[in-house]
T-cell receptor
Framework: EPEVTQTPSHQVTQMGQEVILRCVPI?????FYWYRQILGQKVEFLVS????????KSEIFDDQFSVERPDGSNFTLKIRSTKLEDSAMYFC????????????FGPGTRLTVL | KQEVTQIPAALSVPEGENLVLNCSFT??????LQWFRQDPGKGLTSLLL?????REQTSGRLNASLDKSSGRSTLYIAASQPGDSATYLC????????FGKGTSLLVTP
């Protein structure tokens, strides 16, 4: 069964460093998403992406964050200068179409900022 | 702003019991509602999707209902098993999924 994959599973970085989290969405899906979950808190929406453009973004997704589809299969989230409060589990998701369609989530990348 | 609330926050039941998890949301302008399962330290597994025009959806021992006008959904789990132990998340879809904090379920043998 097709699934969303994410690498790495765990990333440890120093405050102020740049990190890139990688995702491979399900192959026939057109919409891609990033969410994050700080330990003990709700899963929160960061950004949605379609046709090589950001569709929607939350107030969390500030200038420190960017997303890219560098090739036909990968979808990345970059955090330019990490802060302690960026420590969280980051989930990538994809859906076949946009609004109203079921979203399928990857296993997550746990980001720890020291 | 959409607020999603799940009650109870935690639940412990003996194996074999039927149980109901509750989800409420404040804005009825939703496209659909999705129930997820999350195991500790793991990703989110989609269990059921209910479109806003539907009243319920079933998958195996799971049945989810949706009352959009009252802003409520329930997830019914029949004949619970220890393997059902996990956190169950409800999420409503506007332009993105808006999640509740979840119900942590423990099914004891």
């Amino acid at each position: 069964e097709p699934e969303v994959t994410q690498t790495p599973s765990h990333q440890v970085t120093q405050m102020g460093q740049e990190v890139i989290l990688r995702c491979v969405p399900i192959s026939n899906h057109l919409y891609f998403y990033w969410y994050r979950q700080i330990l003990g808190q709700k899963v929160e929406f960061l950004v949605s992406f379609y046709n090589n453009e950001i569709s929607e973004k939350s107030e969390i997704f500030d200038d420190q964050f960017s997303v890219e589809r560098p090739d036909g299969s990968n979808f990345t989230l970059k955090i330019r200068s990490t802060k302690l409060e960026d420590s969280a589990m980051y989930f990538c998701a994809s859906s076949e179409q946009g609004v109203g369609y079921e979203q399928f989530f990857g296993p997550g990348t746990r980001l720890t900022v020291l | 702003k959409q607020e999603v609330t799940q009650i109870p926050a935690a639940l412990s039941v003996p194996e074999g019991e039927n149980l109901v998890l509750n989800c409420s949301f404040t804005d009825s302008a939703i496209y659909n509602l999705q129930w997820f399962r999350q195991d500790p330290g793991k990703g989110l597994t989609s269990l059921l999707l209910i479109q806003s025009s539907q009243r319920e959806q079933t998958s195996g021992r799971l049945n989810a209902s949706l009352d959009k006008s009252s802003g409520r959904s329930t997830l019914y789990i029949a004949a619970s098993q220890p393997g059902d132990s996990a956190t169950y998340l409800c999420a409503v879809l506007g332009y993105a999924l808006n999640f509740g904090k979840g119900t942590s379920l423990l099914v004891t043998p």
